[in-house]
């Protein structure tokens, strides 16, 4: 993640709506308590003298609050409040903010240094159970977590030399996918503008309502697909209505794959990035009709999940990356800065970051009425979106840059997509 800071702001999002207003002591002392839960969020990242690595901060007491903020009036005032950049070798790599308006809204900001999308997710359900614990007792002092940090070696380990060697298979199946045919499409941005320097950092979300998601599962049931074929089958099609490929282009897509299902209960033992990239490639064929497009993805990715589904690019570059100096790579990244991206490099991207559970999102006693996550901000050219879920509600989201894409052109796409889905209309 540190190497692709000319790519993404690297800060995930997640915005939980509370049915009250929250007791800020209260907040702000859980907050505290949860970078001694997880020692790691309580960290500075350290890229000079050495290695990269994570170092205890000294100054947790001073850094570790929680401010209160007016909730903004609207969500394109609150989607800019939200992007504004930070610097994980100075800032937090965990922060947490009360909006504050009618109701209370928690914002939790997390480095995606130390954490992905389910780690986020896993900090917020601590978060929320450190307030009831401190309700009941003031004096309440977790234990710190005393598993270490879990990397990759967790899941490829479980795998045997067979498993490895499929995962080998998947790499090269997934270089296939991506490098064949060579044609490829993406969502075109501004020339000229690229990268971190580009301004106007924000972010855009569409909710899909609890009746909408319902005919999507009644839906997906009758089609033998999950919500997630549907979801990708529609970002799909939306592209492709605004990029208007040519009809021999292949409609690729890469997603992110939460290697979690690999281990026991599906649980990381701490907060950590456990997460690896699949790739699509859902043949040419714009013009297809939703139900079409549905099939052929779904059929895909069951073939994908069949066959050590995000498993291949460690296989492949994962030793690469343990030997080679970090410093290397830093320099030879360096040394493409301002040369075109690789074709195959600027692939639509979607991400699912799942759905919560609601009742443990509880903070001071207060219920949880919504709750989702926001992806990075992507830097132009790169375009990714996500979605998450939390009750019978579903969350589009993206984060971008706007002096390089027009925020109508990302809403437009998040209408054609709901109106694409079971129970949508234009």
Not at 12 to 33: F, S
Not at 36 to 43: A, H
Not at 163 to 173: E, K, Q, V
Request: glycine residues 10%; hydrophobic residues 40%; aromatic residues 6%.
């Amino acid at each position: 993640m540190s190497l692709v800071g000319n790519a993404t702001d690297g800060t995930l999002h997640g915005l939980v709506e509370l049915d009250g207003k929250a007791d800020e002591e209260r907040l702000a002392r859980a907050v505290r308590l949860l970078v001694d839960t997880e020692p790691v969020l309580g960290c500075r990242f350290v890229t000079t003298g050495g290695p990269p690595r994570f170092e205890r901060r000294r100054d947790l007491d001073a850094v570790m609050v929680c401010p209160v903020e007016p909730l903004p009036p609207d969500d394109g005032a609150l989607g800019a409040r939200l992007a504004r950049a930070t610097d994980p070798t100075t800032d937090p790599l965990v922060s947490v903010t009360l909006l504050r308006g009618e109701r209370d809204v928690v914002w939790l900001r997390l480095s995606h240094l130390v954490g992905d999308g389910a780690g986020a997710r896993d900090c917020l359900y601590r978060l929320a159970t450190l307030t009831r614990a401190l309700r009941e007792d003031p004096d309440h002092r977790p234990a710190p977590n005393p598993t270490g940090r879990p990397g990759l070696a967790q899941v490829t380990r479980a795998q045997g030399i067979w498993g490895r060697l499929r995962m080998l298979r998947r790499g090269a199946r997934d270089l296939r996918s991506r490098w064949y045919p060579r044609a490829w499409w993406r969502l075109t941005t501004t020339p000229g503008v690229t990268g971190v320097a580009a301004g106007g950092r924000a972010y855009v979300w569409h909710h899909l309502g609890a009746g909408q998601v319902g005919a999507m599962r009644a839906y997906s049931r009758e089609r033998r697909a999950t919500l997630n074929d549907l979801l990708v089958a529609a970002y799909l099609r939306g592209l492709a209505r605004v990029i208007r490929p040519a009809p021999q282009v292949p409609m690729r897509l890469r997603f992110t794959v939460d290697l979690r299902r690999y281990l026991p209960g599906g649980q990381a033992s701490a907060v950590c990035n456990l997460s690896a990239f699949g790739f699509l490639n859902a043949g040419p064929g714009p013009d297809r009709t939703f139900e079409e497009v549905v099939d052929r993805v779904s059929a895909e990715m069951r073939g994908l999940k069949a066959d050590c589904l995000g498993l291949g690019e460690s296989a492949l570059f994962g030793p690469l990356a343990a030997a080679v100096p970090h410093a290397w790579m830093e320099r030879a990244l360096r040394a493409q800065e301002g040369l075109p991206p690789a074709p195959e490099l600027l692939t639509p991207t979607i991400t699912n970051f799942g759905a919560f559970r609601p009742d443990e999102l509880a903070v001071d006693g207060l219920r949880a009425r919504s709750a989702f996550l926001l992806p990075p901000v992507m830097f132009p050219p790169g375009f990714a979106i996500a979605a998450s879920g939390c009750a019978e509600g579903i969350t589009l989201s993206a984060g971008f840059c706007e002096s390089a894409l027009a925020r109508r052109r990302v809403e437009r796409l998040f209408g054609r997509m709901a109106a694409d889905l079971p129970g949508g209309a234009e």
